[in-house]
Nanobody
Framework: QVQLVQSGGGLVQAGGSLRLSCAASGRSFSRYGTGWFRQAPGKEREFVAAINWSDSNTYYSDSVKGRFTISRDNANSQYLQMNSLKPEDTAVYYC????????????????WGQGTQVTVSS
């Protein structure tokens, strides 16, 4: 069983930056696929960024490419650095982990963080 604890997030003005963290209890990320998703009110959960389990390549949605960076350390934490934030980035952000997920499909991840609110004001 993997437990994920998120930190970071909050309120920021447009153009600002935030960093989200996600720590796994007692489990290294090294052989897992890890990702970040977000969900705005009334919308389906959507893919933001991921590190693929098979090749450790990083992938981003078109809406955040060039502004967000996903990373993880060699232990048990992953991060999402968010720069040049826009009001449309406002959502609850979730980290996710699984052994062999389809990196952009949230339905293939079984382990989730508790979610953290990111609000970008215009």
């Amino acid at each position: 069983q993997v437990q994920l604890v998120q930190s970071g997030g909050g309120l920021v003005q447009a153009g600002g930056s935030l960093r989200l963290s996600c720590a796994a209890s007692g489990r290294s990320f090294s052989r897992y696929g890890t990702g970040w998703f977000r969900q705005a009110p009334g919308k389906e959960r959507e893919f933001v960024a991921a590190i693929n389990w098979s090749d450790s390549n990083t992938y981003y949605s078109d809406s955040v490419k060039g502004r967000f960076t996903i990373s993880r350390d060699n232990a048990n934490s992953q991060y999402l650095q968010m720069n040049s934030l826009k009001p449309e980035d406002t959502a609850v952000y979730y980290c996710a982990v699984d052994s062999r997920p389809s990196y952009s499909d949230y339905k293939t991840y079984n382990y989730w963080g508790q979610g953290t609110q990111v609000t970008v004001s215009s």
